[in-house]
């Protein structure tokens, strides 16, 4: 679900994300925070807290979400724009195929160093 929401907000045009980030992270923060976890019984409800911590944990959820949005814009711009490149296709397949010959050699070793 988290997914789905974060794709409604994001912005397609290459456009930077300002106001989808902190709606989205805003939703989290109600939905999150304010209902589930304290449904859940992971923390006292609302009412058992003052209204400056619920602000403070809303500020921080609107900063979060607000950092995430700009830098997925720009990360959006650089892939955009580096895509068009023609030897991007062959630098994507080198970074994939290393990162997975690293990530295989870190599994194996850990498995020698426990068996």
Not at 62 to 67: F, M, N, S, T
Request: one cysteine or more; glycine letters at 10%; hydrophobic letters at 45%.
């Amino acid at each position: 679900m988290k997914g789905k929401m974060k794709c409604i907000t994001n912005s397609e045009d290459g456009s930077l994300d300002i106001l989808g980030g902190p709606a989205y992270a805003a939703g989290l923060w109600l939905l999150g925070d304010e209902l589930v976890v304290p449904m859940l019984g992971l923390q006292s409800g609302p009412t058992a807290v003052p209204p400056v911590q619920h602000a403070n944990r809303l500020g921080a959820h609107l900063a979060y979400g607000l950092a995430t949005g700009v830098a997925t814009g720009l990360l959006r711009r650089l892939l955009k724009q580096t895509a068009l490149h023609p030897e991007f296709d062959s630098y994507m397949d080198a970074l994939i195929s290393s990162v997975s010959r690293r990530a295989m050699a870190s599994v194996s070793s850990r498995e020698a160093i426990f068996s």
